[in-house]
């Protein structure tokens, strides 16, 4: 049966063009939802507005690059002038920790999602109300397994592995922060803390020698999680299904924070 939980409404979603923002996009619009796929490299956005167009679905891309202030600010304008409105925002733009230090981590995945929500919020709250949604981390609820607890510290990797962690407990802090200020005026501010998914962003770190099976024996369900299980609960949260619903870092990690 179609499920057409977001027919007639619009989403902004950052980070469309691959892993999770792909998937939540092919979703929000099979769905019923009109996407606006936005990623600094452009081309993954154009493909993923592609595969929403084979669908049949409604779509547009944008260059975006969630550092800039402005950017953003433009990227929700231009979502309403090209679209027709913004009912949706999902805040999911991100790097991975090992391989920048802090103040790059910091500024994509802690200020970028600021940007998303301090503006989003202010946006869809004077339309009338929305849903915002931000990728977070089981990293925005617990520390990581650390080569810290080994004899030999890699300083580089514990660089990353910090700022990863302190973004995204950040991004769980905005969240909360945002819902209490703006549940009032209708709108709806939540985080997904995915686990450890199949996506490029995590393939570096999967292609070393037996990490993959260590990665997934975290998970009491002794996998990996896949981009369309994050989607999946991204587009409940975007729906009126979660209506009540707000303020929520909600795990979708199979289990790993449970442990």
Request: charged share 15%.
């Amino acid at each position: 049966m179609a499920i057409d939980r977001l027919e007639g409404r619009v989403a902004l979603i950052t980070g469309a063009g691959s892993g999770i923002g792909r998937a939540s996009a092919l979703r929000m619009a099979s769905e019923g939802a009109a996407v606006m796929c936005a990623d600094i490299n452009a081309e993954g956005a154009q493909t993923t507005a592609a595969q929403i167009a084979e669908h049949g679905g409604r779509s547009a891309t944008m260059e975006l690059d969630v550092t800039s202030e402005d950017a953003v600010k433009d990227a929700l304008a231009q979502t309403v002038q090209v679209l027709g409105g913004l009912d949706v925002l999902f805040n999911n733009a991100g790097i991975g920790g090992s391989q920048y230090g802090w103040d790059r981590t910091i500024d994509v995945n802690l200020s970028g999602v600021y940007y998303g929500t301090f503006h989003g919020a202010a946006t869809l709250a004077e339309r009338g109300g929305g849903s915002i949604i931000n990728t977070a981390s089981i990293a925005g609820l617990n520390g990581l397994l650390s080569s810290a607890s080994t004899q030999n510290i890699d300083l580089e990797v514990e660089e990353g592995a910090g700022a990863y962690v302190a973004a995204k407990h950040g991004v769980v802090g905005i969240t909360r922060q945002f819902a209490v200020t703006y549940g009032p005026r209708g709108v709806r501010v939540n985080a997904v803390c995915p686990g450890y998914i199949h996506t490029p962003m995590t393939a570096q770190i999967r292609e070393m020698e037996g990490a993959e099976e260590f990665l997934a024996s975290l998970h009491p369900m002794g996998r990996l999680g896949q981009p369309e299980e994050i989607a999946a609960a991204a587009a409940f949260l975007a729906s009126d299904d979660a209506s009540f619903v707000n303020g929520v870092a909600l795990p979708v990690d199979g289990g790993y924070t449970a442990r």
